[in-house]
C-alpha cells in the first residue's frame, strides 16, 4: 500500500532532528539550534493557548498537533540541564523517544488532511454511494441525466398526474426546492387534459399557488401542442417574494394583478423627492389594454394610506400612470401668493396655486380667442374672495382696466376695490357696469388701430387703441334675482360673455352656485365655460356630480368630494373615550382647495394664499390702469359714466305712467325694461315662483 507523501515527509524530519535534539545542548549549549528549538515550542504552547480558547469543535486534535514542537523544547531544555548526556544515557534515550512516538501518531500529516479524522479516532465508514434510480418503467431509459431520473421516479410514484411523463427535469439555481419540468401525455398522440396545478402540487407536497403550468410552443428540434406542457414549481421564490419581493413583484402582485388597483399595469420605475417628500411610482399599461382602469380606493389600501387623506394621486398620461404618494396632504400646506407668480408670462398664464401632485396651476388673462372669462364657484368660506382677489392682482399686473361689483359689502371686496378702477356694492352698481360693458364693446368696436382699420383684439398685435378689462361680478346669482334688476343683469351678462372676448372685455363671475335652477342660465354657463378656466372650490360632497355635470364634465371624470379636513385624525382615540374627554376640534384646513378645470377632467388645487391681514399693496402695481379719454367721452355722451353709487336716474330704466290711485301725477320708475319683465315673467323654478308672489304682493 503506498505511503502519502505528507507520512513519508514527516517520517524522515523525525528521524532527522531526534539526533540533533539529543546532540545540540551536550555539545553546544550556546548553540543557536537551542534557541530555535525552544522559540518553536513556545509557539507550540501558543497554539495550545489558541486551541483552548477556542470555542470551535476540534480542541482535542489541535492539542495533538502541536504537542510534537512542545515535547521537542521540552527534551531540549531537558538535556541542557543535564550533567552530559544525563544518567543512562537519558537524553539520547527522550530523544528517540520523542522520534518514536511523532513516527506513530505523525500529528501534522495525519491531523492537517482535510476531511481527515484524528488518529487516535476510529476510522471513518466508507463513503457509500446513492443507488441510482431505477429505470422508469413508463418511459425506457433515454440517456437523462441523474436528476431527471428521480424526478420521473417520485412522478411515477405519485400516479403520474394527468396522464403525463416526465421528458425533462431542471433545477432552479441557489433554490432547493424549485425545479421546471418538461411532460408530455403518456398516450402518444392524445393532449394533456387532466393536468391541473391542484394535481402537481399534491404530487410535491406544495401550496397550488406556487405551481404554474404553461403551454409549449413548438420549437426547432422539440414538439409542441396539446400533448406537451411546462410546469415550474417554486415554492422557494414564491416563499422569498411573500417575505421580501422586488419593486416589480410587488407592484405586479399588489396592484398590476387582475382585478388590483390597476390592473394590466407593469411597474417601470419608482422615484423619490426627498426636497418634496413625495414618492413617484411610474407604471405602464400595454397599448392594446387601452386607457389605464385605476380603483382609488384599492390603490389606497395597497399603498397602505387612506384616500380621503389627500396624500394620494394619480396622472394618466396615454398608457402610462404615475402615482405620487406625499408623506404629508399637499393640500394642506399655504403656498403664499408672490407678485413673481402672479405676473402673467408672455402667454397671459400666471400661477393660480399647485395641483395635488405639486405641478403648478395656472390660469390665465388671454386666449388665442380674446380676452378670457372667469368662473369662481364657491360657498361662503371657501376661498371665493382670495381667489377673485388673485385674479384681480393677475389682471392689475398684465395692465387691464380692472372693475369689481359686488351685491354685499365686504371687507376683503373692498380692500380689492382700492386697486381698481371703478368698485362698488349693490345690483344697481352692477347693472350700471353691465351696460357700460355693452356700450364699450359697441365703441371698440369702431375705433380705429394705428394701421387705420378696425380689429378683434389680439394681445401679440400691435396698435391696439384700447386696454383690457376685466370687470368681476361678486355674488353674481344674488344680484341676477334682484327683484327690480336681476333680470336684465342676466341679459347683460350673456351678451358680454357671448361678444366680449373679441373687444378685450372679460367677465369674471363669481359666486355659490352655477345651476340653471338657481338663476345661472345654461347660455351664459357654456359661454364661460368655453372661455375660460373655471375653479370650484370646496363643494358640498352631494352637489360635486350635479356641479360638475353643470360644466360640461363627462361622467367618467367627475371628481370625488374632497376630505373634509386634509391634516391626519390626532391618535390615541380610544384612549379618550376610556377616560371620559372630549375629541379636540376638527381642523377643516380646506379652504382654496378644490378643482381647477382646464380640458374635461378637473384637477385637484390649493390655491396661493393672499394674506389680507398684513396688506395686499405689494401684489398690485402703483398705479391704476382706467379707460382711455376717447372711451370715457363716449360713454358720457351715452349718459353711463357717472357715479355709479347714486339712486336711479330719471328715465335711466324707463318711465312708467303714474298709479292711477295717486294724486301726485309724478312718473313712476319701472321695474326693468320690456326684455327684462318678459324675462322675469317667465317662472322656471320654485325660488323664482317665490320672487314673482314677493312682487306681485308687494313685500
Known sequence: MPVPRSVALERTLYTLAAPVLAAAPNLHPDSPVNTVVQLVGAAGIGGWVLAYKSDEPGTGRKFLRWSPLVLAAAVDVAAKNTPGWGPYCLDALLAAGWAAAGLLVMPFSRHTRRRHRPALAAPAPAPQLQPAPEPSLAQPSDGADQFTRQVRHLWENRGMPGRTVVIKATPHPGMPNDLSLLLRAFEAGRPISGLTPEAVAAAFGVDVTDVIVKDVVRQY?????????????????????????????????????????????????????????????????????????VNKHALAAALKTKYDDGRLFVTADGSQVLVSLWDSSPLAQVFPATRELLTPDKDGRWVTGYLGNGQPARNRVYTDRG?????????????????????????????????????????????????????????????????????????????????????????????????????????????????????????????????????????????????????????????????????????????????????GIPPEHIPDPLPRSFSPAEAGRIERVMRGEPEPPADSNTGGAGWIVEGTQPDVLRTLFMDFKTGIDSYFPDTVATLTDYEIRELEARDLWFDWTEPPRPGEFGDEPGDEDGDDGAPRKRRGGGKSAARRDAVTSPRQALEAIKNLSGV
Not at 268 to 280: A, L, M, N, W, Y
Not at 410 to 416: F, V
Not at 523 to 548: H, Q, S, T, Y
Open 221 to 293: 428540434g422539440r414538439e409542441g401542442g396539446p400533448a406537451w406542457k411546462e410546469v415550474d414549481v417554486t415554492p422557494d421564490a414564491h416563499e422569498r417574494r411573500r417575505k421580501a419581493p422586488t419593486a416589480h413583484e410587488w407592484w405586479a402582485d399588489r396592484i398590476g394583478a387582475a382585478g388590483g388597483p390597476v390592473p394590466g399595469s407593469q411597474f417601470v420605475k419608482e422615484v423619490r423627492d426627498k426636497e418634496r417628500k413625495v414618492t413617484h411610482y411610474i407604471a405602464q399599461v400595454p397599448d392594446e389594454a387601452g386607457e389605464p382602469r
Open 371 to 551: 380676452a378670457a372669462h372667469g368662473l369662481f364657484v364657491a360657498p361662503s368660506g371657501g376661498g371665493k374672495t382670495q381667489l377673485m382677489g388673485l385674479h384681480v392682482a393677475a389682471d392689475t399686473l398684465f395692465g387691464a382696466v380692472v372693475m369689481l361689483a359686488t351685491e354685499a359689502p365686504d371687507e376683503k371686496t373692498a380692500a380689492l376695490g382700492k386697486h381698481t378702477a371703478r368698485y362698488g356694492v349693490g345690483a344697481l352698481y352692477m347693472i350700471r357696469l353691465l351696460r357700460v360693458l355693452v356700450a364699450l364693446m359697441e365703441i371698440r368696436g369702431e375705433m380705429p388701430w394705428e394701421d387705420g382699420e378696425v380689429h378683434e383684439w389680439d394681445p401679440t398685435r400691435p396698435g391696439c387703441p384700447y386696454r383690457m378689462l376685466s370687470a368681476y361680478l361678486d355674488e353674481f346669482l344674488s344680484a341676477a334675482r334682484n327683484g327690480d334688476y336681476g333680470a336684465e343683469i342676466m341679459d347683460l351678462a350673456e351678451l358680454v360673455s357671448v361678444k366680449g372676448r373679441k373687444y378685450a372685455v372679460g367677465l369674471k363671475v363669481a359666486g355659490q352656485s352655477i345651476y340653471v335652477q338657481d338663476g345661472f342660465t345654461q347660455l351664459l354657463c357654456e359661454n364661460l365655460r368655453e372661455n375660460c378656466i373655471p375653479v370650484v372650490l370646496k363643494v358640498a360632497p352631494k352637489k360635486v356630480g350635479d356641479m360638475f355635470k353643470a360644466l
